[in-house]
């Protein structure tokens, strides 16, 4: 753990062994094909759909938060284990998920299903302190399966305040608008994880991920999390849902102390 912990606090990121039982990953899978088919166990419809049905089938398919639309997909966002490892990563007494993601990447290697360079920070200007990321593998992500990549010790770059672009696909133009400081290198690192593996980023940490060059989806789920040392700010337009919502437990669950 200790291990762990420095890596994650020396390199902005940080690579967990599987933290979810090989049943509930089993269970998943189909409840997020059928989310993304608009079927909603629970009656209640996501957040937001990055996708629409006229979308090729190379299209990367996104859903924020998918936790409202059925039980199986909350059980994964809040479970224990992932609290538990994101407290000790960063010291925290209380850790609660205010967002979740629902990502699959269709195979076939096309760059419709890239996501661009980004830090996370540039997406929530609604959080000052301590807000980061659990990227949950459920798939086997393997290198051809477009992994997300980590710039090694990126977040101690600053913020970049142009360049962050989610669904840009051209990687090689959009890396040019991030200027590498002096004396340091950027180094990219394949988040390489089996089923139920977690990752961990800072919220200043660059990633991206390229096409899926296998046969299969990969599919996995991003979990934004903060611990007891932030502040939401309020009045953010269009935003404030991630923060008005804090003592929702299906939209925000807390899933570390409390």
């Not at 000052?128 to 798939?139: H, K, L, P, R």
Request: charge should be negative; include cysteine.
């Amino acid at each position: 753990m200790n291990e762990l912990r420095a890596r994650y606090e020396a390199e902005g990121f940080c690579l967990a062994p599987p933290l979810l039982p090989p049943d509930l990953i089993e269970r998943v899978i189909p409840r997020m094909d059928a989310v993304i088919r608009g079927e909603y166990e629970t009656g209640r419809p996501p957040h937001a759909l990055h996708f629409s049905p006229e979308d090729g089938p190379d299209k990367l398919r996104k859903v924020d938060q998918p936790n409202l639309c059925d039980r199986t997909i909350l059980e994964v966002a809040s479970h224990p284990a992932i609290g538990k490892l994101a407290a000790d990563l960063t010291g925290a007494k209380m850790v609660q998920v205010w967002a979740v993601q629902l990502l699959v990447k269709p195979p076939g290697g096309s760059a419709a299903g890239n996501v661009g360079w980004h830090q996370d920070k540039y997406y929530w200007p609604y959080w000052e302190g301590e807000v980061f990321t659990a990227w949950v593998a459920v798939s086997d992500v393997r290198a051809d399966s477009g992994p997300m990549r980590f710039v090694r010790g990126s977040h101690r770059w600053g913020y970049f305040e142009d360049g962050s672009d989610f669904f840009e696909p051209d990687h090689d133009t959009q890396q040019q608008a991030f200027r590498v400081p002096d004396g340091a290198v950027w180094e990219e690192v394949p988040a390489i994880l089996p089923p139920g593996g977690v990752s961990f980023h800072h919220s200043l940490t660059l990633h991206a991920s390229g096409p899926n060059l296998s046969t299969g989806p990969r599919r996995s789920f991003a979990l934004h999390m903060r611990t007891e040392k932030s502040r939401p700010i309020f009045g953010t337009p269009g935003t404030d849902y991630y923060v008005t919502n804090l003592d929702d437990p299906v939209k925000a669950p807390v899933i570390f102390g409390g």
